[in-house]
């Protein structure tokens, strides 16, 4: 759990860049709206990844075991893989009570299709009741649809396709962030690689925004490796003791440097609280 303290702790960094860029968007055109959108798609991943191995974690101690909930989804080689990765939980109740009641994918390619976006609606109006998360819904239900048809036929390398998945689904998510659908075009339309000397006006000084980002690298190193299983907790907790200890005590220093103490410093709640 404690590595997942860490994942958690180390979000408010990235989390402010994205609440400045969001709270004036029309100021933010260029790069510093395309690193808010790549900022965004890791905090909702680490936050609530995080929060469910808290979960699991926490469950064990106490002497049960509760299922895994993702399972490096922005590693996915399709859309099709990447929901079976991301929020395993929600997918899995979709597929067995939605998808598989309305048919399925067992009567013709038609009504495939159309099970499939009518469950990406209701996954979006789970969400919230808005347009946005409708359209949200709907969009990444036509990834599925075309992407994946697509990723068949052209028979795409795997980090390819990882990295096609990773920025359509980083796109969608600018109406996953927003506050409407006019924000969330306005938001479309400042996406960019201009206005880098603009990168530090919204709330990161120099060092801050490399910390963030050369985090991010490293959590997609440690993903990466752990998809090769090339390391896992049961390879440290292998280590012998001068080796374990000192990577313990790392980790609790750490949390405890990146950690908000005092009045007004806990408003950096789980995303997925609201839902």
């Known amino acids: 759990m404690l590595w997942d303290y860490l994942r958690k702790l180390l979000l408010p960094i990235g989390s402010q860049y994205i609440d400045n860029v ?8 260029g ?11 890791f905090q909702l991943y680490l936050d609530f990844s995080a929060y469910s191995d808290i979960a699991i974690g926490a469950a064990r101690t106490l002497g ?6 993702f399972k490096r989804p922005y590693l996915s080689s399709s859309f099709s893989d990447f929901w079976r990765r991301w929020h395993i939980s929600l ?6 009570y939605l998808f598989i009641p309305l048919g399925g994918s067992r009567n013709g390619k038609f009504l495939t299709i159309k099970n499939i976006l009518i469950v990406f609606v209701v996954s979006g109006l789970w969400h919230g009741a808005s347009w946005n998360f409708i359209i949200w819904g709907a969009l990444n239900g036509l990834f599925l ?3 994946d048809k697509i990723f068949t ?3 795409l390398n795997r980090i390819v396709s990882s990295f096609v998945i990773f920025w359509c689904w980083t796109l969608s998510l600018l109406l996953f962030r927003s506050s409407d659908f006019s924000t969330t075009m306005e938001a479309f339309s400042n996406l960019g ?4 000397s603009k990168l530090y006006e919204f709330g990161l000084n120099s060092f801050e925004f490399k910390l963030a980002f050369f985090s991010l690298i490293g959590i997609m190193i440690l993903e990466l490796l752990a998809e090769q299983k090339k390391i896992s907790i ?3 907790l292998a280590k012998p003791t001068f080796i374990r200890y000192p990577f313990y005590l790392a980790i609790v220093m750490i949390t405890i440097f990146f950690g908000s103490y005092g009045v007004g410093m806990n408003d950096n709640n789980f995303i997925y609280f609201q839902f």
């Not at 969001?22 to 055109?29: I, K, T, Y």
């Not at 790069?31 to 798609?41: G, H, K, R």
């Not at 690689?193 to 880098?196: A, H």
């Open 153 to 155: 036929k052209i028979n």
């Open 91 to 96: 997918s899995s109740w979709f597929r067995d």
């Open 64 to 69: 049960f075991e509760l299922s895994l909930n």
């Open 31 to 41: 790069m510093p709206m395309l690193v808010s959108a790549i900022f965004f798609a």
């Open 145 to 147: 649809i075309v992407m």
């Open 193 to 196: 690689f201009s206005n880098t």
């Open 234 to 236: 049961d390879w440290i």
């Open 22 to 29: 969001h709270n004036d968007v029309s100021m933010a055109e």
